[in-house]
């Protein structure tokens, strides 16, 4: 029972901490791309890295102010989008899914290489860039509050507030963009751009919009991790990111508002909880360690989260919250 209330305690902290905020923000670009546009974006993260970097380059590299490094992520963060997006959004969806996730690689490894490393800081990243937003915190920094029945810093109270205060923010500016005509005009997209190329709109004009606010939103999340982090490493930014956020807004549920948020936070508190029980588990001697090692716990959680994933697109394929009337399955 203590094992068990224990994994809840901290899959909570999980459940609010900064990296179900990076999951929600990365999840909410994808469904301003995938859940209402229909545009297969399969290199969020690239977003991600160049709004983290951003900061850490800005700040630690070039002694620059912090918010004038945040300025330069999500200009970053433009600038890929429209070279993403011209090449592509004219053709089928599978070209822009096959150049993001390219890019996103690239990326990864051009900011790890040897060449890159007197800007970058390579594979070793860079630090130290993030104590002036953290000096802005109302409260002792250092101090530790029990919150939930876990313990976090005043700087970690800090980084939360602030990132779910810009979830807060970004999810208000989505849910007014699809109630208003231009929302409406995307979502046409998502079912049938044909149709609305023949009505008189510019679609690839719409869909490049799409695409660079979700890869602002991408950018901010990739901020918020680097913040919470403390640094930034070429090697947290890595693909299997940017499907972990498909996941959260397949949870949660495509082209709804909360869905990428509630998905998020969902998958980080199912994933921490099922981490810590198993664990537990087996130093208990619960499950024999002939069965199951704590050094395969960190794979076996995803190949639970897997199966649920797998069952919950065979039952229920809009998600938890969705509807299955705004489900697209039919890329273009």
């Known amino acids: 029972m203590a094992d068990l209330l224990n994994a809840f305690a901290i899959a909570g902290k999980a459940f609010f901490g900064f990296q179900a905020i990076f999951f929600a923000l990365l999840a909410i670009g994808i469904n301003v791309h995938f859940g209402y546009t229909g545009l297969l974006n399969f290199g969020q993260i690239a977003f991600a890295m160049l709004g983290g970097f951003g900061i850490a380059i800005s700040v630690s590299q070039w002694g620059l102010n912090f918010w004038l490094g945040v300025v330069i992520g999500l200009v970053s963060a433009v600038v890929l989008a429209l070279l993403l997006g011209l090449p592509t959004l004219r053709l089928r969806a599978d070209y822009l899914a096959i150049v993001t996730i390219a890019t996103a690689e690239g990326l990864r490894l051009v900011f790890r290489s040897v060449s890159a490393t007197p800007v970058t800081g390579g594979t070793r990243g860079l630090s130290a860039f993030n104590g002036s937003f953290i000096d802005l915190a109302p409260w002792e920094t250092q101090t530790r509050h029990r919150v939930l029945g876990t313990s976090w810093s005043g700087g970690e109270l800090w980084v939360a507030l602030v990132g779910w205060s810009l979830v807060a923010l970004t999810s208000l500016l989505v849910w007014q963009l699809m109630r208003s005509p231009w929302g409406r005009v995307v979502k046409a997209i998502r079912e049938d751009e044909d149709a609305v190329r023949a009505l008189g709109k510019n679609v690839y004009a719409y869909k490049m919009q799409a695409l660079v606010l979700g890869g602002i939103f991408g950018a901010l999340g990739g901020m918020i991790y680097a913040i919470g982090t403390g640094s930034a490493i070429p090697d947290q930014y890595q693909n299997a990111n ?75 394929p809009q998600g938890i919250f969705g509807d299955r009337r705004e489900v697209m399955l039919d890329a273009r």
């Open 242 to 316: 940017t499907f972990l956020a498909y996941a959260a807004l397949i949870l949660g549920g495509a082209a709804r508002v909360l869905g990428p948020v509630l998905g998020s936070m969902l998958l980080l508190f199912i994933l921490q909880f099922a981490d810590t029980l198993l664990r537990a588990l087996i130093e208990n001697g619960v499950i024999p360690e002939g069965l199951l090692s704590s050094t395969d716990v960190a794979q076996i959680r995803f190949v639970l989260v897997g199966i649920g994933l797998m069952l919950l697109l065979v039952f229920r």
